[in-house]
């Protein structure tokens, strides 16, 4: 009886081990999932920025070559209230 008891014990704990295990994996798993997706987010906003810096650049460049603020929004496509502050 005390062998079947101990057996018993020995295949739960050893299921248990093994679903504590799987549980590990995939929280590590889920975890470089996010960290992956947040850094691919970041280059997009960083993407995003540097195109706007470079469209606001390009629309200062026009504005002092004397281009008419619709010729700069046409050519930018930025909205004209930005080009207006500019």
Request: without cysteine; proline residues 1%; hydrophobic residues 35%.
């Amino acid at each position: 009886m005390n062998q079947a008891i101990n057996a018993y014990y020995n295949i739960t704990a050893e299921s248990e081990f093994r679903e504590r295990e799987r549980l590990w994996a995939k929280a590590r798993h889920d975890e470089a999932t996010a960290l992956r997706y947040e850094r691919e987010e970041g280059r997009e906003e960083g993407r995003e920025e540097g195109i706007e810096a470079g469209k606001l650049e390009v629309a200062r460049n026009l504005l002092a070559k004397g281009s008419t603020l619709e010729f700069i929004h046409e050519t930018t496509a930025l909205p004209m209230e930005a080009i207006e502050k500019l």
